[in-house]
């Protein structure tokens, strides 16, 4: 009897062995974002969290088909801040703002100095108040979030702040400018959740970021940036609707696309980003109703972040170094976010259209 229970369990174990591994649990896709936000914005995350993103990145990985190689990123691509009234792109001229110029026209910048007179402490029922808050947020995707962060730790430590001031990444990982156009969307659901966290509310809101992408764009300038144009519109009347009291949009491109590895973003769409920009503030200066007061806050350049890779450009020193950025090319390192977050802070702490509400003075 002790024999044939011996011979069977060695049938079995034999069996067992022969048979092929069991699979993994299923990815749980909704924890797998989450851990991806967190890793975007820079949080270390622990062991088993950190394996469990490693095993869903690759999972995810093998689902995508494997792209062909990237073409050659164009030469020759001249920074908007370099460009004259008089070159050309596309049929584009030069200048933030057009016709060569880096500073918004008189107009305009009356305009804007309107709307930055109301900027003030508001309490949380967005009434002034002497203890209230300025809320200053983030709106786009995982570069943004990645830089912003960057800055927000830098901000809060640099002795110019105001103290009425409270900054709020917004900005999240995967959720580009076409994933905020929903106005009951997932993002601006995480973005209510991360104001209500930080102890303020959407009424205490009143400037933003905002950096303009859109994921894989295809087809020429007139086709992906009018449609980044058009998804950007929707996402400032969302933010109009989801804060009331926001005043000015600082509005930003996206950085040195030349060493991408994928085609998430690659040049010549990482520098094109920038007339989807321009565009919109220029309809604005034009008084197209659809950017109207009643519809959207004020329209601004925040600091310009393209340079051709370590050719820079003219305007400041700013280069792309390779090691600026991770792996795929395209999401910064820690020196890159460390870049885009100096450029932020030195732009709000001393640009003449914006020092005002960060400084307090």
Not at 96 to 110: F, V
Not at 118 to 131: A, E, F
Not at 183 to 189: A, H, S, V
Request: charged share 25%; glycine share 8%; hydrophobic share 35%.
């Amino acid at each position: 009897m002790k024999t044939t229970l011996l011979l069977w369990t060695a049938l079995i174990l034999s069996a067992l062995a022969q048979q092929p591994a069991g699979k993994e649990e299923p990815i749980d896709w909704a924890r797998a974002q989450t851990l991806h936000q967190r890793a975007q914005r820079g949080e270390k995350l622990a062991p088993d969290d950190q394996a469990y993103y490693d095993r869903a990145k690759a999972a995810r990985a093998r689902q995508q088909p494997r792209p062909g190689p990237l073409p050659k990123p164009p030469e020759g691509l001249i920074p908007l801040t370099d460009m004259s009234a008089d070159a050309r792109y596309q049929g584009e001229d030069g200048g933030l703002y057009g016709g060569g110029k880096n500073t918004p026209p008189a107009e305009h910048e009356k305009t804007a100095r309107a709307a930055l007179a109301k900027v003030q402490p508001l309490d949380k029922s967005g009434q002034p108040s002497p203890d209230g808050r300025i809320v200053f947020v983030s709106i786009s995707m995982s570069n943004a979030t990645q830089e912003f962060s960057t800055f927000k730790r830098i901000a809060d430590a640099d002795a110019r702040k105001s103290s009425a001031l409270t900054i709020v990444d917004c900005a999240q990982g995967g959720q580009a400018m076409a994933e905020w156009v929903p106005r009951d969307g997932g993002p601006w659901k995480t973005a209510l959740q991360r104001i209500s966290a930080a102890g303020v509310t959407p009424e205490q809101v009143q400037v933003a970021w905002v950096k303009l992408a859109n994921k894989a764009p295809r087809g020429p300038l007139a086709d992906h940036g009018r449609k980044l144009e058009k998804d950007t519109e929707a996402v400032l009347h969302n933010a109009r609707a989801q804060f009331p009291n926001l005043r000015v949009v600082y509005l930003g491109s996206r950085i040195y696309g030349g060493y991408a590895t994928s085609a998430l973003n690659p040049e010549p769409y990482a520098y094109e980003s920038a007339f989807a920009a321009r565009w919109l503030i220029q309809r604005q200066m034009k008084g197209d109703a659809a950017l109207a007061p009643d519809k959207s806050p004020v329209l601004l350049w925040g600091p310009y972040l393209w340079a051709d890779g370590t050719h820079g450009r003219k305007t400041n020193p700013l280069i792309w170094e390779r090691s600026d950025f991770v792996q795929d090319g395209t999401h910064p390192s820690e020196s890159g976010r460390e870049k885009v977050a100096r450029l932020l802070l030195d732009f709000v702490s001393t640009d003449p259209l914006a020092s005002g509400w960060f400084t307090g003075k």
